[in-house]
């Protein structure tokens, strides 16, 4: 992977907390324009990781290098990088009192100090791209919880990200509404947003990753192409993750 293909790179990552080392040594590549997907059963480290690549969670040892630039050593930088690297959690997190226009526009004004009215049509232009303009105007509690997640999508698109990270997504949400939750990430992939996505959604995997990471225990136990991995040429431990949670 050439310096300029490679936009994250994770380098022998450890996060401890208190006396529990929940990551140990972990390394991971980004390509540019690339979806990885991080499983393994809970309690693995999978959230951790993800966090630790817009300096939530600070690593404890190791590097965030994104860029090109180590960023982990310098945590007044975080908020710039977290401009750059969108998240979405399992929960949506929206604001409560405001509609779903106005809790996409808050951070373009307060942040980037975007005007109210190019805010507002930034909005809208988002809400048509998650496939739900039609809400603008609705609060979270007139929202399905599908809705609720496509507009925290949304919310992190507002700030045009270079990545996007995605926490189990769809954990909270009903079954009837895991796939149009599903859909919105995949176009997002395939227009070449790069993308780091916790899930046990396995069809998503399939459908919209380049390469799946298996955790176990605080460590990267097996990293490969999409096709290898579901293709029978994961590791053995892996293997048998992937019969349980298919079955």
Not at 17 to 35: I, Q
Not at 79 to 94: A, C, S
Not at 107 to 120: F, I, N, Y
Not at 157 to 184: C, G, N, Q, W
Request: aromatic share 6%.
């Amino acid at each position: 992977m050439s310096a300029e293909e490679k936009i994250l790179e994770l380098v022998d990552v450890y996060k401890t907390f208190d006396d529990l080392t929940v990551l140990k040594g972990c390394n991971l590549r980004v390509k540019k324009k690339e979806t990885v997907v991080l499983i393994g059963p809970s309690g693995s480290g999978k959230s951790t990781l993800l966090r630790c690549i817009n300096l939530l969670e600070p690593p404890s040892k190791g590097s965030v290098v994104f860029e090109g630039h180590e960023v982990s050593g310098d945590l007044r930088g975080a908020d710039k990088l977290r401009r750059d690297i969108g998240m979405v959690f399992q929960n949506f997190e929206l604001f409560q009192h405001l509609s779903a226009v106005e809790n996409i526009m808050l951070a373009p004004m307060k942040v980037l100090g975007m005007s109210k009215a190019d805010a507002h049509d930034l909005g809208l232009e988002l809400l048509r791209k998650v496939h739900i303009p039609e809400r603008a105007d609705h609060f979270p509690d007139e929202l399905s919880g599908g809705q609720q997640q496509r507009v925290a999508i949304a919310r992190a698109l507002a700030m045009r990200p270079k990545i996007m990270l995605y926490d189990e997504p769809t954990s909270a949400l009903d079954p009837e509404m895991i796939r149009e939750v599903l859909d919105v990430m995949t176009e997002l992939s395939n227009e070449g947003m790069t993308t780091v996505c916790v899930t046990h959604e396995m069809g998503f995997a399939r459908r919209a990753a380049d390469r799946i990471v298996f955790m176990e225990d605080g460590c990267i136990l097996e990293d490969a192409a999409t096709e290898e991995f579901f293709g029978g040429r994961a590791n053995e431990r892996a293997q048998k993750f992937l019969s349980q949670i298919l079955h």
